[in-house]
């Protein structure tokens, strides 16, 4: 038995991921990372968009660090279940940019995915199934697939660095309308302050000719009444 049988029965479609994650885990360290990162991107997403409701499915694709740091994800979620993801998050950007990746970086980051699917199993299934959150990881449970080859691996990383660049090329297009956006709201402000000086010009233009036909009017002995009413011609 695997440590991530479980997630077969609560979120079938994440196990994959998971079982990969940790087959990998003592054949090839950076790509345990990465189907753990992947698994972890999963969980956050059904997080995140059909739990918590923060953003529609339909909507643009948001970063699994953006996910993780947005403060209402983090008052709705489980703050160990945000710890252990961030781990496997620094793990496998870590495995897909070529950094060392050993061991004990593998081993930490596969027990944190085991832990969070955990957690959410408890809190948050897909799928009704009785899960005992305190189940720990055992790393002699895990499979042993051979390590990828060279071409296999950087496959893996090409598909993480197309995801990612297109991650980037939506948020660079959403900056470019909020520039708009911005750019726009500035000349209507702009506007808005000339027609108030205009405004402000007009109601002072408006007050100096009163005054104006004031003195006239006061000059011909007539008083003018500002609140309506006809205009009355004192008698001396």
Same mark, same amino acid.
């Given at each position: 038995?695997?440590?991530?049988?479980?997630?077969? *029965?609560?979120?079938?479609?994440?196990? #994959?991921?998971?079982?990969?994650?940790?087959?990998?885990?003592?054949? *090839?360290?950076?790509?345990?990372?990465?189907? $753990?990162?992947?698994?972890?991107?999963?969980?956050?997403?059904?997080?995140?968009?059909?739990?918590?409701?923060?953003?529609?499915?339909?909507?643009?694709?948001?970063? =699994?660090?953006?996910?993780?740091? %947005?403060? %209402?994800?983090?008052?709705?979620?489980?703050?160990?279940?945000?710890? #252990?993801?961030?781990?496997?998050?620094? $793990?496998?950007?870590? $495995?897909?940019?070529?950094?060392?990746?050993?061991?004990?970086?593998?081993?930490? @980051?596969?027990a944190a995915l085991h832990r969070a699917f955990l957690i959410a199993a408890?809190?948050?299934?897909?799928?009704?199934?009785?899960?005992?959150e305190h189940t720990p990881f055992d790393p002699q449970a895990t499979g042993?697939?051979?390590?990828?080859?060279?071409?296999?691996?950087?496959?893996?990383?090409d598909d993480y660095d197309s995801a990612l660049h297109e991650q980037m090329?939506?948020?660079?297009?959403?900056?470019?309308?909020?520039?708009?956006?911005?750019?726009?709201?500035?000349?209507?402000?702009?506007?808005? @302050?000339? !027609?108030?000086?205009? +405004?402000?010009?007009?109601?002072?233009?408006? $007050?100096? !000719?009163?005054?104006? =036909? #004031?003195?006239? !009017?006061?000059?011909?002995?007539? +008083?003018?009444?500002?609140?309506?009413?006809?205009?009355?011609?004192?008698?001396?």
């Amino acid at each position: 038995m695997g440590n991530f049988d479980f997630v077969y *029965d609560v979120f079938p479609d994440m196990y #994959d991921d998971c079982a990969l994650a940790e087959a990998y885990l003592h054949a *090839d360290y950076a790509v345990a990372c990465f189907y $753990a990162r992947r698994a972890a991107y999963a969980l956050t997403d059904y997080l995140y968009y059909f739990v918590f409701q923060l953003a529609g499915p339909s909507d643009e694709p948001i970063a =699994l660090r953006d996910q993780l740091s %947005d403060p %209402d994800f983090r008052e709705l979620a489980d703050l160990h279940l945000i710890h #252990d993801l961030d781990i496997v998050r620094f $793990a496998g950007n870590a $495995a897909a940019h070529g950094r060392g990746i050993g061991e004990p970086d593998a081993l930490r @980051a596969v027990a944190a995915l085991h832990r969070a699917f955990l957690i959410a199993a408890h809190q948050w299934p897909d799928q009704y199934a009785k899960v005992d959150e305190h189940t720990p990881f055992d790393p002699q449970a895990t499979g042993d697939h051979v390590a990828l080859n060279p071409f296999q691996a950087q496959e893996l990383i090409d598909d993480y660095d197309s995801a990612l660049h297109e991650q980037m090329d939506t948020i660079d297009e959403q900056l470019c309308q909020l520039d708009e956006q911005t750019q726009r709201l500035e000349e209507q402000n702009n506007q808005i @302050a000339r !027609l108030a000086q205009q +405004t402000l010009s007009q109601q002072e233009r408006i $007050a100096w !000719l009163e005054a104006q =036909l #004031d003195h006239q !009017l006061a000059q011909g002995g007539v +008083t003018r009444k500002r609140h309506g009413g006809r205009r009355q011609r004192k008698r001396t």
